[in-house]
Every structure is written in structure tokens, then in C-alpha cells.
Nanobody, 127 residues
Framework: QVNVLQSGGGSVQAGGSLSLSCALS????????MAWFRQAAGNDREGVAA????????IYVDSVKGRFTVTRDDAKRTMSLQMVSLEANDTATYYC????????????????????WGQGTQVTVSS
């Protein structure tokens, strides 16, 4: 069993910065992939960024490239999401997710790849 705990977020004006953190507890060595997803009101949940805890570059959705940065401690199974130059359309509930199996890179931003989910953290960007 793995628990996903997340924190951070908040409200900021467009152009500002926020951060999110995620930490796993339980049998964390069973986790091989971690990711951030977000869901805006009325929208489907979408993948934002994903990491293979055994190494390799972070995968980002195109809309956040250059603005969002993941930092990670793979052994601890922790990660943070640093968000800068925030835009109104970044407003969403953000979720940390963890997967026992890490798929190929092309599949790492898909909801179905993940087994455990955090409680969600609100990010609100006003314009």
C-alpha cells in the first residue's frame, strides 16, 4: 500500500509563481513512476509532468514547457513542481500520482498508467 501526500498551491496573479510538493509513504519501493496531473473545472484530467524514479528526463506537457520544473529525490520518492509565469488557464486542481509500473515515455502522461493518487491541491491564477 502506498499513500500519496501533497501540499502547496494557492492563489496568485498571472505571471506569479507557486509550488507543489508530493511525498509517498508506505511501500514506496513499489513505485517506479510519479506524475503531476491537473483538472480544471469542466475539463478532463490531464497529465502535466512525469518522472521515472530510476532516472531520465522529466516529461512535460507542451503547455507548461519552460514554465514548470520538477525537482525530485528518486530514492525518497518525493518531488516538487515549481511553477513560474503562471497563466489563468493553469488554474486547476493539481494531483500527484504514483505508478507501480512505469510505461514508455509516450504513455507517462496518461491517467490509466497510475495506481495511487493524492488528494488534490488547488492552484488559482487570476488575470
Amino acid at each position: 500500500q502506498v499513500n500519496v501526500l501533497q501540499s502547496g498551491g494557492g492563489s496568485v496573479q498571472a505571471g506569479g509563481s507557486l509550488s507543489l510538493s508530493c511525498a509517498l509513504s508506505g511501500y514506496i519501493r513499489s513505485i517506479n513512476c510519479m506524475a503531476w496531473f491537473r483538472q480544471a473545472a469542466g475539463n478532463d484530467r490531464e497529465g502535466v509532468a512525469a518522472v521515472d524514479v530510476h532516472g531520465g528526463a522529466v516529461i512535460y506537457v507542451d503547455s507548461v514547457k519552460g514554465r514548470f520544473t520538477v525537482t525530485r529525490d528518486d530514492a525518497k520518492r518525493t518531488m516538487s513542481l515549481q511553477m513560474v509565469s503562471l497563466e489563468a488557464n493553469d488554474t486547476a486542481t493539481y494531483y500527484c500520482a504514483a505508478a507501480m509500473s512505469c510505461p514508455f515515455r509516450s504513455e507517462r502522461l496518461k491517467i490509466a498508467s497510475y495506481d495511487y493518487w493524492g488528494q488534490g491541491t488547488q492552484v488559482t491564477v487570476s488575470s
